[in-house]
Protein backbone atom coordinates (compact mmCIF):
# COMPACT_ATOMS: atom_id res chain seq x y z
CA UNK A 1 0.00 0.00 0.00
CA UNK A 2 1.30 3.41 -0.62
CA UNK A 3 1.19 6.13 1.82
CA UNK A 4 -0.01 9.08 1.15
CA UNK A 5 2.05 11.43 3.21
CA UNK A 6 5.08 10.29 0.96
CA UNK A 7 4.59 13.04 -1.93
CA UNK A 8 4.26 15.80 0.73
CA UNK A 9 7.33 17.85 2.11
CA UNK A 10 8.39 17.14 5.42
CA UNK A 11 8.61 20.82 6.62
CA UNK A 12 5.22 21.51 8.22
CA UNK A 13 3.55 25.20 6.75
CA UNK A 14 2.72 26.32 10.44
CA UNK A 15 4.56 29.07 11.38
CA UNK A 16 4.83 29.18 15.49
CA UNK A 17 4.57 32.42 16.93
CA UNK A 18 6.05 33.82 20.09
CA UNK A 19 3.43 33.72 23.09
CA UNK A 20 5.10 36.25 25.00
CA UNK A 21 4.80 39.14 22.36
CA UNK A 22 0.89 38.77 21.51
CA UNK A 23 -1.53 40.57 23.76
CA UNK A 24 -4.11 38.80 25.00
CA UNK A 25 -6.79 39.37 21.93
CA UNK A 26 -3.01 38.15 19.81
CA UNK A 27 -3.30 34.86 21.47
CA UNK A 28 -7.25 34.30 20.81
CA UNK A 29 -6.93 34.99 16.93
CA UNK A 30 -3.99 32.98 16.97
CA UNK A 31 -5.35 29.91 18.89
CA UNK A 32 -8.79 30.84 16.21
CA UNK A 33 -6.03 30.41 13.32
CA UNK A 34 -5.11 27.16 14.60
CA UNK A 35 -8.38 25.66 15.30
CA UNK A 36 -9.18 26.63 11.69
CA UNK A 37 -6.24 24.68 10.63
CA UNK A 38 -7.63 21.34 12.61
CA UNK A 39 -10.64 21.66 11.10
CA UNK A 40 -9.39 21.78 8.02
CA UNK A 41 -6.80 18.81 8.66
CA UNK A 42 -9.64 16.55 10.06
CA UNK A 43 -11.90 17.36 6.61
CA UNK A 44 -9.03 16.27 4.53
CA UNK A 45 -8.50 13.19 7.07
CA UNK A 46 -12.42 12.21 5.95
CA UNK A 47 -11.92 12.59 2.88
CA UNK A 48 -9.47 10.47 2.57
CA UNK A 49 -10.96 7.86 4.22
CA UNK A 50 -14.20 8.52 2.40
CA UNK A 51 -12.08 7.89 -1.15
CA UNK A 52 -10.53 4.68 0.21
CA UNK A 53 -13.98 3.59 2.29
CA UNK A 54 -14.71 3.64 -2.17
CA UNK A 55 -11.84 1.97 -3.36
CA UNK A 56 -12.99 -1.00 -1.14
CA UNK A 57 -16.27 -1.47 -2.09
CA UNK A 58 -15.21 -1.61 -5.74
CA UNK A 59 -12.15 -3.02 -5.49
CA UNK A 60 -12.71 -5.35 -2.20
CA UNK A 61 -11.01 -4.79 1.07
CA UNK A 62 -7.44 -5.74 1.17
CA UNK A 63 -6.29 -8.20 3.96
CA UNK A 64 -3.59 -6.66 6.61
Known amino acids: MMDDDLSLPKKPDLVLRRLDTLSVEGLQDYIAELKAEIVRA ?3 IKRRGS ?3 AAEVVFGKKAT
Do not use: T
Open 51 to 53: ARD
Open 42 to 44: EAE
